[in-house]
């Protein structure tokens, strides 16, 4: 590409200043969907078939009672509920760092109910 002569930039400087104008709509767009778009809650199935590695769910009933897996359950005989973001950031942080996370806070109870001594 040959390097524009003085008369040249006004043009190309127009030029370029749409093209940023568009990448930015685009951008903006795409931002927005992306905001707009809910967080997704799995039944057992659900969760085994996106787990990469598609436990078995006495697998996941495992993970969940060792506390290694985030899970919702509510009172009573409500089944067992995975929160998408919450599974894709143990994922991606490992699950080992859960049962570290659960640690802590019950460090940080304990810790408060006797008056910051432990």
């Given amino acids: 590409m040959n390097k524009p002569t003085f008369d ?6 127009v030029s ?4 940023i104008r568009e990448l930015k709509q685009l951008l903006v767009q795409h ?3 992306q905001s707009v778009e809910k967080d997704h809650w799995f039944n057992l199935e659900e969760f085994c078939a996106y787990h990469p590695d598609h436990p078995k769910k006495p697998t996941v009933y495992s993970w969940v009672g060792k506390g290694e897996v985030p899970f919702h359950k509510t009172e009573g005989k409500k ?8 599974i894709d950031q143990w994922l991606l942080t490992g699950k080992n760092n859960m049962v570290k996370e659960i640690d802590n806070q019950a460090e940080e109870y304990l810790r408060k109910q006797k008056g910051g001594k432990l």
């Fill in 8 to 13: 040249e930039m006004p043009a190309l400087l």
């Fill in 79 to 86: 089944p067992l509920r995975f929160l998408k973001s919450e």
């Fill in 16 to 19: 370029q200043g749409q093209e």
């Fill in 31 to 33: 931002l927005g969907k």
